[in-house]
């Protein structure tokens, strides 16, 4: 075989190999394209659900108030966190005889469970930690619900007494969902998202939605 056959069936072999691996290329590309798409899509549909439900229902006295947790930074409250607590303090003070519920586990980075970092912060805000009533298991939305439900159906509370649940804007939707799913009888205070966060907090609760709507029951 010539130098120049040699090049040609060299070259040949290589331009086969490449056509070979074109439709496995040409199938991963449509099925990232066809991914892509579909997050898109279920962003913008759950964006448009998150946005309608951006607001504070109406409120009445109630006994007892439920504050979802968030975020803390080993002892620290985080910005989302404080908003919800600083809606708490309005309403605690607004209602001196009403209950509030701290809900939320010891999550990954965190020192203490979110609960007792809200009710110190709650405490140090002139609220008398006898008002406070902590549930310091939940790690997620979904529980916080549950496990409030299971508190108050130990005290004795009637379903159809109406609690009053705090909680960022962002997270109202999700919240009135898994709510519904506890028979909570509830009022959402939406409290507002730190701009810091916003966006974040807004593309990660998308996901959130669609992982509740599967799993959360």
Same mark, same amino acid.
């Given at each position: 075989?010539g /130098?120049?056959?040699? &090049?040609?069936?060299?070259s040949?072999?290589i331009v086969a190999?490449?056509r070979?691996r074109?439709?496995?290329?040409?199938f991963?590309?449509?099925?990232?394209?066809?991914?892509?798409f579909?997050?898109?899509?279920?962003? =913008?549909a759950t964006? #448009?659900?998150i946005i309608s439900y951006?607001?504070t229902?109406n409120v009445e006295k109630s006994n %007892?108030?439920?504050?979802?947790g968030?975020?803390v930074? #080993?002892t620290?409250?985080s910005l989302?966190l404080?908003?919800?607590?600083?809606k708490?303090?309005e $309403?605690a003070?607004?209602y001196?005889d009403?209950k =509030? =519920?701290?809900?939320?586990?010891q #999550?990954y980075g965190?020192?203490i469970?979110?609960? $007792?970092?809200?009710?110190e912060? +709650?405490?140090? !805000? #002139?609220i008398a930690?006898s /008002?406070i009533? @902590?549930?310091d298991?939940a790690?997620s939305t979904y529980?916080?619900l !549950?496990f409030?439900? &299971?508190l108050l159906?130990?005290?004795?509370?009637?379903?159809?007494e109406?609690i =009053?649940?705090?909680t960022?804007? %962002?997270?109202v *939707?999700?919240?009135?969902l898994?709510?519904?799913?506890q028979?909570?009888n509830?009022? %959402?205070i939406?409290?507002p @998202?730190?701009l810091?966060?916003?966006?974040?907090?807004? *593309?990660?609760?998308s *996901?959130?939605?669609? !992982?509740?709507? +599967?799993?959360d029951?």
């Amino acid at each position: 075989m010539g /130098r120049y056959d040699s &090049k040609r069936y060299y070259s040949n072999i290589i331009v086969a190999r490449v056509r070979r691996r074109r439709p496995l290329r040409d199938f991963l590309l449509a099925l990232f394209k066809n991914l892509v798409f579909v997050a898109l899509v279920v962003v =913008i549909a759950t964006q #448009g659900f998150i946005i309608s439900y951006y607001k504070t229902d109406n409120v009445e006295k109630s006994n %007892f108030v439920l504050v979802l947790g968030a975020r803390v930074y #080993g002892t620290e409250i985080s910005l989302s966190l404080k908003s919800r607590l600083d809606k708490a303090l309005e $309403y605690a003070q607004m209602y001196p005889d009403c209950k =509030i =519920i701290v809900s939320g586990g010891q #999550g990954y980075g965190e020192d203490i469970a979110e609960a $007792y970092a809200m009710k110190e912060y +709650l405490a140090s !805000k #002139g609220i008398a930690p006898s /008002r406070i009533i @902590t549930e310091d298991k939940a790690k997620s939305t979904y529980e916080n619900l !549950k496990f409030a439900k &299971k508190l108050l159906d130990e005290m004795n509370v009637a379903d159809n007494e109406k609690i =009053i649940v705090i909680t960022n804007d %962002f997270h109202v *939707f999700r919240s009135k969902l898994l709510a519904r799913r506890q028979r909570i009888n509830c009022a %959402f205070i939406a409290a507002p @998202t730190p701009l810091k966060v916003l966006v974040q907090s807004h *593309f990660r609760e998308s *996901f959130a939605i669609i !992982k509740s709507l +599967l799993f959360d029951h």
